[in-house]
């Protein structure tokens, strides 16, 4: 023992020292390489759980990456048969449904739907028209990596397996509602094309709540368990107490109309003349009668440019142009391959990854030499009078007004933008020096200060507003910089260019505090916007949720007490064989309302683009399903009780009419029969909800279980 403290004494400075490092070592070092493969600090918490199965922070993260890795597979495997990856169906790679998808194959092993080695391979013999050989198979899996292990054929037949059986589940409930039946198309176009007309007596659910006893600090304690990490959602009849997603901004607007005026004092006769002579040949020639050009057909015939574009084609609407919110114009449709297919395999020899757009190309030229090449500019329509006489244009007088304003366009975007541009690089500049600030903040210095928005509006002629905390339906709600937009590059779609909109970049992943974003309207107007404060979504304490919490078991409570006083309203209704209007004539705590002529469901102006939709009249708050349900299910004068959607409003209702009656509304039904576009929309809508609902189920079945919610990427 003494020779070793005598050790310990003669090198007592360097093994302090050689401690010391050890000591930083395990401080910084060793922890990582502990939680080396578990980032869990040596636990694998549970994340889900339902019977028969869970799944930990480890696995599912796992899955996701497989998913992820899946995706990519099929990419590369389409892209090397001809397929265009950009429009293939692909899974989606978050947790939510990831689970789902373990659930949905569970529910197909139950169902006796296995996925065999064999019902893979044709799968992607399917997937690639059996265009890809077997060493491209290889090659491509062989880049295939998870992290820094490569993925074993094995590992993507399992997780391709996992996806078919749930996928092969899904069309097993997709196969109910192949062949709509005659009656459905029925309802469907009842729900589109007849009217109710209607009188009701709103009774409002939160009246009552007052009256409601809260129930034990246990019960409270309970239900805010339940519905902690539900975000609320104005139609949801469930309570939500997570804190949604908030942020605070400051904005600059320069009004289309005010700009516009001020830039159309100083445009100039000068400039006007110049405009109309530069562009009358393509946008002020005058349109000859449809009868002459009946009669001359080789004269509509336009002039071959040098470029080999017709004149027609080459033809620019300068206006649009110039316009910085005007859409895009589609490009002209691929016009189909006539090549032949090949003997190799039955492959055709046409595919190709990709398909350029075919443009008009200039006519071949004669191989005689002795034709002498003729431009048609040169020559005359008559003997002796320049070809340029026989074109009629607008006279510049009546164009004069519209070319003023298109100028005074062209002015006032380009002094909002230099505007913009000046003060968004002096908020860039702000920026900066607030990073520094907080970076060396000292005792006793001062953060720099903000342009001031309030000002430069003073001095520019702009309008400042600056927000609360809001979330992204209060933004929209706010005003119209909510509902803004811009036009962004986007090399992966169709015409390079892509609209943005304005939640996009002040809620959306990757946006940032103090970066200023600019962005228009469909008005003209233009806005600059920063964000000054950015409040994640968050789970509160219950103490914090508490007030919140009362309030909703209060109205959740008070429900059955609404209903009840519509139903005396409309018994008393029934019973005296009388209006609700001459029921509630008395009373002076609830109001009767006239409402409609409206239909179950409207459609948008696009109807293809989006299904049909539950009507919204202006006297009703979201009505809801089971408010239309109730209400098209009357006759007149009938009354009835019923719910609008979030279950905060009670109505009862009376049945004035019904327009069209179903004799007449039968005819048009068999009248428009060759038409079933709309209907499908319907049916989609009802799938879609059917599917919901029945995802609902499956989840309940198994008692689905999350430990936490589902992160969303991005956030």
Not at 271 to 291: C, D, F, H
Not at 626 to 650: D, H, K, Y
């Amino acid at each position: 023992m003494a020779g070793s403290f005598s050790f310990f004494r003669t090198y007592q400075r360097s093994l302090l020292v050689f401690v010391a490092i050890l000591a930083m070592l395990a401080f910084f070092v060793l922890p990582p390489f502990l939680q080396m493969g578990n980032d869990y600090g040596g636990g694998d918490p549970l994340v889900a759980d339902w019977t028969g199965g869970e799944i930990r922070e480890g696995g599912i993260e796992r899955a996701v990456a497989m998913r992820s890795i899946v995706n990519r597979f099929l990419m590369e495997i389409a892209a090397t048969a001809g397929r265009d990856p950009a429009q293939l169906p692909l899974f989606p790679e978050t947790e939510e449904q990831v689970v789902r998808t373990l659930l949905f194959a569970k529910e197909a092993a139950a169902n006796g739907l296995t996925i065999s080695d064999t019902a893979i391979n044709d799968f992607l013999s399917l997937w690639t028209n059996n265009l890809v050989r077997p060493e491209q198979f290889d090659e491509i899996i062989s880049r295939l990596r998870l992290g820094p292990t490569a993925v074993s054929q094995h590992d993507l037949f399992e997780a391709l397996r996992s996806e078919l059986a749930a996928r092969n589940m899904l069309i097993l409930f997709q196969t109910g509602f192949s062949g709509d039946p005659p009656g459905w198309r029925w309802d469907y176009f009842r729900q589109l094309k007849q009217n109710a007309t209607i009188e009701v007596v709103p009774v409002i659910v939160e009246k009552s709540a007052d009256n409601v006893p809260l129930p034990s600090e246990q019960k409270l304690r309970a239900f805010f368990e339940k519905y902690k990490n539900d975000l609320p959602e104005a139609s949801s009849a469930e309570p939500g107490f997570r804190e949604p997603h908030r942020v605070k901004y400051q904005f600059l607007v320069a009004k289309a109309e005010s700009f516009q005026a001020d830039a159309a004092k100083d445009v100039t006769d000068e400039q006007i003349s110049e405009y109309y002579e530069k562009n009358k040949a393509t946008l002020y020639r005058v349109k000859e009668p449809e009868g002459k050009k009946a009669e001359n057909p080789d004269a509509q015939k336009p002039a071959a440019t040098d470029a080999g574009v017709t004149e027609a084609d080459a033809s620019v609407d300068t206006k649009k142009l110039a316009e910085p919110d005007s859409t895009p114009t589609a490009p002209a449709t691929d016009t189909p391959s006539n090549d032949k297919p090949s003997n190799d395999k039955g492959a055709q020899s046409s595919r190709r990854p990709f398909t350029t757009v075919a443009f008009n190309q200039p006519a071949e030229q004669s191989e005689t030499p002795d034709t002498p090449a003729v431009n048609p500019s040169e020559t005359s329509l008559q003997p002796g009078v320049p070809a340029e006489s026989s074109e009629k244009f607008e006279p510049l007088q009546s164009v004069k007004e519209s070319i003023r304003e298109q100028l005074a366009r062209l002015q006032a975007n380009k002094k909002s933008d230099a505007v913009f541009t000046a003060v968004a690089a002096d908020l860039t500049l702000y920026a900066e020096d607030f990073a520094l600030w907080q970076a060396r903040r000292t005792a006793g210095s001062e953060a720099p200060k903000m342009p001031d928005f309030d000002a430069i509006a003073k001095a520019q002629g702009l309008e400042a507003g600056l927000s609360e905390l809001v979330t992204p339906g209060e933004a929209i709600n706010a005003g119209p910089v909510g509902g803004s937009f811009e036009f962004v590059p986007d090399p992966g779609s169709r015409f390079g260019i892509r609209q943005q909109r304005w939640l996009e970049m002040i809620y959306g992943s990757g946006s940032m505090v103090l970066r200023p974003i600019t962005s228009r309207d469909v008005q003209g107007n233009r806005y600059l916007t920063i964000k000054i404060e950015d409040q994640p979504e968050f789970t509160p304490s219950f103490e914090a949720a508490r007030k919140g919490v009362e309030r909703a078991w209060q109205i959740i409570e008070a429900r059955g007490t609404a209903r009840k006083r519509a139903e005396e309203i409309t018994e008393e209704a029934r019973a005296k064989n009388q209006s609700l209007e001459a029921t509630v004539a008395k009373r002076s705590d609830v109001k009767v309302k006239q409402v409609g002529p409206f239909t179950w469901l409207s459609q948008s102006a696009s109807p293809m683009e989006r299904p049909p939709f539950i009507t919204q009249p202006d006297d009703l708050f979201i009505p809801g399903e089971e408010f239309m349900r109730s209400v098209f299910g009357l006759t007149a004068n009938q009354t009835a009780v019923a719910f609008n959607e979030p279950q905060t409003i009670c109505y009862a209702v009376r049945l004035l009419s019904m327009t069209p009656p179903d004799t007449e509304l039968r005819e048009r039904f068999l009248d428009a029969r060759s038409d079933q576009q709309s209907l499908a929309m319907v049916a989609q809508g009802e799938f879609s909800a059917a599917f919901g609902e029945w995802v609902e189920g499956l989840e309940k079945r198994y008692k689905l279980d999350w430990k936490r919610p589902p992160q969303i990427p991005g956030r």
